[in-house]
């Protein structure tokens, strides 16, 4: 009895629950509504008065900022940093006039930290040195931070472009068309080229061209293979060769160069490994053998 009794409780509690919910459930949304509708103001006030500062401010001292960088190099011009993030795979995340704007304003931080460091040291003349050094280095540091982000990537993609081939080349052979094989491709592999693929694959589906999609992305690779590969998609376009057999060719041939690549490295790895070498081995060696011999000259003086 007392089992049933506390399972009876139970049941009309969930029942009056369940009642107020539903009872009040009109009340609750009316105030939920009547809550967003009095903040929406503010956070719309709020949005258009970032969005002026932004405007007004900071659009303003990157654009200034990126005239001096220009002044400063002349021969760089907005085309060449564009396609050199693009390259990098920032093109979508940094404009050429923020990135122009971010080498003024670390080589002013640069020549700041250059100051400090010599009233650090303490010597007047130092400050000839270390400020005009910082600043060098400010200014330099972005282009090499892109140029390093640059080479890394087109190592990535020259290394899986092989794979992606061969699944490109089966997919079509298996009966998918091309972009129907791209998007099979897109499913299973991951790296940076299969971002430069997808992309490509979302520019053909949104009425671009296969023949300006693929000049596009052999662009933002920047790699000769990938170069190679969609000069190949055009032509068999164009020609009306078969693409299962063109893409097995340039996974073929793709590999290849990717093993001749890697023994080019390879090859080259000896001639690297000296300098560190004579640096700091041979020292060490000397030291060693020849030690004990200037102890016994230094005993006959």
Known sequence: MPLLLVLGLALLAASVYLVAEVATAGARQRTIAVQRASRYGQYRRAGLDQARFHARVIAPTIAKLARVTLKLNPRTTVESVESKLMNAGLGRKISPTSFLAAKTAMSLSGLFAGFVVASMVGVPIATFFFAPMGALIGFMFPSFFVTLKMRSRRDL???????????????????????????????????????????????MRIGESRHDALKKLADRAGTPEVGHFTRAIIQADQLGISLGRILRLQAADSRDRRQAAAEEKAMKAPIKMLFPTVAFIFPALFIVILGPAFLHLKNYF
Not at 171 to 193: C, I, Q, R
Request: charged share 25%.
């Open 157 to 203: 993609i020259r290394a899986q472009l092989p794979d992606a081939l061969d699944l490109l080349s089966v997919s079509v052979e298996a009966g998918l068309g091309f972009d129907g094989a791209l998007a099979k491709l897109t499913e299973h592999l991951e790296g940076p080229l299969i971002e430069e693929l997808m992309f490509t694959l979302s520019e």
